[in-house]
């Protein structure tokens, strides 16, 4: 299990993220309580976390798993879908170079960290608005140099495949319906999020145990619960606002 946690402190300049639909008032201040108080529970879990400093010029820099894919002990560095986000992944590097072998996805490959997932030897990658199939060639061969095989997920009514799969154990993961092709997640049990629920739910799952979600999304939860799961709810209205869910705020080494 991975025990440091990167992330990236939250800009003033966060009311300007990236939305794909509307465009929502966000509170940045309560967007950055938000934010500590899940870097607590990623410390109280017993992660080392690590703090990359916030750009003001990257609005979205906070969600700072898109910019990298940890493959056991090597890392790939993304090249974001959007091309504004593609100052964000620099700093990031310059960190994670001191922990792991680097490679980097490169022109005319595009990938956003948010849609990718590995559980057991396989590594489920979205092919989303921000994620194409060059991309996924290019992280199938890094993948295939740690002993992963990459299997691709069409993701059609969400911006990333973690907006809409959640891992919550090594074979279990929370399926938003209709927002994804299923047919590849074969072999991995489903729940599915609630109806009233939709796009509410998220998940992470920490080294202690215990799977942080979404406190909005208590009937999802529960079902979560009830597979014998400790769950921690934590409200990140905020951060959802902006399309982030529980995963997109750290990288987990
Ligand atoms: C974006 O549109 O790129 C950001 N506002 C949200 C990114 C969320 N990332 C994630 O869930 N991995």
């Given at each position: 299990m991975p025990s440091v946690a990167l992330i990236r402190s939250l800009p003033d300049s966060y009311h300007r993220a990236l939305v794909r639909e509307g465009r929502p008032a966000i509170d940045v201040e309560m967007a950055r309580a938000q934010h500590d108080r899940y870097r607590g529970h990623l410390a109280g879990a017993g992660y080392q976390v690590e703090v990359v400093p916030t750009d003001e010029?990257?609005?979205?820099?906070?969600f700072i798993e898109d910019t990298a894919v940890v493959l056991g002990q090597s890392a790939v560095m993304t090249r974001p879908g959007a091309v504004e986000r593609r100052?964000?992944?620099?700093?990031?590097a310059d960190v994670l170079g001191r922990r792991l072998a680097l490679g980097y996805i490169v022109e005319p490959g595009t990938m956003?960290?948010?849609?990718?997932?590995?559980?057991g030897d396989t590594v489920y990658v979205?092919?989303?608005?921000?994620?194409?199939?060059?991309?996924i060639d290019q992280l199938a061969a890094a993948a295939a140099e740690e002993g992963l095989e990459v299997v691709a997920v069409p993701v059609h009514d969400t911006l990333h495949l973690k907006s809409a799969v959640l891992?919550?154990?090594a074979e279990t993961v929370v399926v938003t319906p209709r927002a994804v092709d299923e047919d590849p997640l074969a072999g991995l049990r489903i729940v599915y999020e609630t109806e009233g629920e939709r796009h509410r739910f998220s998940a992470l799952p920490l080294m202690d145990g215990t799977v942080l979600v979404t406190a909005n999304a208590p009937e999802t939860t529960d079902l979560v619960a009830a597979m014998g799961h400790v769950v921690v709810p934590i409200d990140v209205s905020q951060i959802q606002a902006a399309d982030g869910g529980l995963t997109c705020m750290s990288i987990l080494i």
């Open positions: 010029n990257q609005p979205d820099c906070v100052g964000e992944v620099g700093p990031v956003d960290g948010g849609d990718v997932f590995i559980a979205g092919l989303s608005e921000r994620t194409n199939r060059a991309g891992p919550i154990d």
